[in-house]
Every structure is written in structure tokens, then in C-alpha cells.
């Protein structure tokens, strides 16, 4: 069976999805739908500030939220406010969040099995109720942050990242159009929004790497083919498989 390629959309990390789909037989195309750029250094910052004086959490759900935190906070080091304050726990949506903490040279950090929002606010709840410092992109949802409040959280976010279209538009758009793909993988609602902002009306198939991603391709009426359990790019390269086939 012949499969035209699967289009990665994604502003950064698209090569270990395209490495996984290769090992399957499936073959892709990365083109950026959407830009990231800073976000507020005065954000930034604040959190910085808190993570030096308070017993909490830091909780990050991308690797982009400490990427961006990071180089905003220069020319203080974010390593060395979140190595010397000993109160402080983190937790992290999944490995890839919790790598760019590793990074830094942070040792523990807790991980749901489930890679979600949802799965996250489950594994905190069973903690005592603390103060949580989340750098978070400007198009974040409140799943977490909401849900944490709810269960007596005090929490801080500061938007130290954009996600925004690409000022040009992408080549891919065209190939979409004239039916050059066999489907499209979305791993965020930023990138939902991304691909409904130059293709409102297509049709083509999707598949979403989890709920919040799929539910905001819903919204616009877009065409959810699957929707991963979990968002690893060899499950989610499996689900293309099976999907595709079928």
C-alpha cells in the first residue's frame, strides 16, 4: 500500500515524530504552521521571584514554558534560583517538559502515566494543596491551573512565550489543498488554531496527539480522524499506522 506523506505542522520537535513515522514506513513532511516568540520578561521574572521565596511547585506543560522562561530571565541564571531554593518540587505534563527541567540539572521531577493535563491535575491532587509556579504560553489552557484551584491551590502563571501563525504562508497549504497528504498531525490547540487559520474549510484528516487538541478541532469543525491515549510519537506513529490502513 502506497501512503502519501503525513504533514507535521509543529513550530519545533517534528523530528522525533518524522523518526518514528519512518521506522513505520510512513513518511512525512515538517512544515512550521505556527511562530513562537517571547513572551513578558516582567512575567518572567515575577516567577523567578517566587521560586526564590516561596515552598511550592514548579509545574511546567512544555518544554517551551522553561525553554522561554529561561532566556527571558537572563542574564540571571534560572538554573541556579531553582537548584538553590531546596523547597521546591516540580512536576512536569510529560518527559519531554520534563527533560528541559533535567537540563538544568534538576534530578526529580514527577510525571503522570497519563501525558495530559487531566492526567497531571489527578497525580497533584493526591498531594497536599501548595502554591504552584507555571510559565505557560499565551494560548495555555486553564484544565490545570483551574483544577488546581480548585482543590485549594494557590496558583501563579506568567505567559513567557507566543504562539502565533507564521507571517508567510506555508507551502504546505497548497499540497493540502491539492490533496498532497494523507492526513495531518496536531499535537497542541495552538496548532489547531494554526492550521484553521489557512485551512478553515479542509477537510483533510487529523490526528490528535490528546483530548484538549482534538476538542479544539471539534470546535472549528474540523476533521478528527483519531485521537492518541497517549502522545508519544511511537504511539501516536502506531495509530497513523492502524488508522491509515483501515
Known sequence: MTIRPVL??????????????????????????????PGEKEAALQLLELATQVNSWVIVTSRNGVDYWNRLVAPRSLAEVLLNNSRLKFAAIGPGSAAALKLLGISEVLTPLKQSSE??????????????????????????????????WTIHTGVVYVNSPVLVLPEAVRGVERGDFSAVLLRSPS???????????????????????????????????????????ETIANLVVRTLEE
Open 191 to 233: 496548532a489547531v488554531r494554526a492550521f484553521a487559520h489557512f485551512l478553515p474549510y479542509s477537510k483533510i484528516p487529523l490526528i490528535c496527539g490528546d483530548n484538549s487538541t482534538s476538542d479544539a478541532a471539534r470546535e472549528l469543525r474540523l476533521n478528527v480522524l483519531a485521537v492518541a491515549d497517549d502522545p508519544s510519537p
Open 8 to 37: 507535521l505542522i509543529r513550530g519545533s520537535g517534528n523530528e522525533r515524530d518524522a523518526q518514528s513515522f519512518a521506522a513505520r514506513g510512513i513518511p512525512t513532511v515538517s512544515e512550521s504552521f505556527t511562530r513562537i516568540t
Open 119 to 152: 492526567g497531571l491535575l489527578d497525580l497533584l491532587g493526591s498531594y497536599p494543596a501548595s502554591t504552584a509556579i507555571m510559565p505557560v504560553g499565551n494560548l495555555a489552557k486553564n484544565i490545570l491551573s483551574e483544577g488546581l484551584r480548585g482543590k485549594g
